[in-house]
């Protein structure tokens, strides 16, 4: 079964306002990572969050995690009709070998 | 730099027909390989993963097999197609405990 999983499963706002997008997971992990895919292509990573962070900022993205309920959230501020896609987020898992399990996504659209 | 290849982009296959989808990396040593189907409009189900040469771990039963000839390659495979093949296949690398690269996918229509 999938590790994380996202909600909202899509989400639709007007361009300027912010966006907010959850995921739960469900094993002890090493660290977190966002990735946005525009449609049909891969991914591309945003932003990684270790297990002892709480918090992280990149530019318009700020990242929260928190180890005790085993969630994080992905905040976009002041979105733009361009940061319309899908945003996945994923755990490194220990088994044998660090692997990267990847959630369901949610689907963002921004509108001008 | 790190690069990922994946090829082809697309592919048309019949029922029945076999598969391979290729995938290099260039830049880096010893990385963890993936390889992942997406359903249209669904996340990634991992399929595959490869932390060494030979060493292959697969997530699900299914009707693909892979395998890691070299350090930086990694193939798909079939023997024969089903239609439930049919998807959107991305491969992918990181090194331990970091971020992952993808290449820019395969979509396979089973036809």
């Known amino acids: 079964s999938q590790q994380g999983e996202e909600d909202p499963q899509a989400l639709s706002i007007q361009e300027g306002e912010n966006a907010t997008m959850n995921c739960s997971y469900k094993?002890?992990?090493?660290?977190l990572q966002w990735y946005r895919q525009n449609s049909g292509r891969g991914l591309v990573h945003l932003i990684l969050i270790r297990s002892n962070e709480r918090e992280k900022h990149s530019g318009r993205l700020r990242v929260t995690l928190d180890t005790s309920k085993k969630s994080s959230s992905l905040l976009i501020t002041a979105s733009r009709a361009a940061d319309t896609a899908s945003y996945f987020c994923?755990?490194?898992?220990?088994?044998?070998?660090?692997?990267?399990?990847f959630g369901a996504g949610t689907r963002l659209f921004v509108k001008a | 730099s790190q690069t990922i290849h994946q090829w082809p982009a697309t592919l048309v296959q019949p029922v029945g027909s076999p598969l391979s989808l290729e995938c290099t990396v260039e830049?880096?040593?010893?990385?963890?390989l993936y390889w992942y189907r997406q359903a249209a409009g669904r996340g990634l189900q991992l399929l595959f993963y490869s932390v060494g040469i030979g060493q292959i771990s697969s997530e699900v039963p299914q009707n693909l097999s892979a395998s890691r000839p070299q350090d930086r390659q990694f193939i798909l495979s079939s023997k024969k197609l089903l239609l439930s093949d049919s998807g959107f296949y991305l491969c992918?690398?990181?090194?331990?405990?970091?971020?992952?690269?993808f290449g820019q996918g395969t979509r396979l229509t089973v036809v």
């Open positions: 994923a755990t490194d898992a220990y088994g044998g070998g660090f692997k990267t399990i």
């Open positions: 830049g880096t040593s010893n990385p963890n």
């Open positions: 992918a690398w990181n090194n331990r405990a970091t971020e992952a690269f």
């Open positions: 094993t002890s992990i090493n660290n």
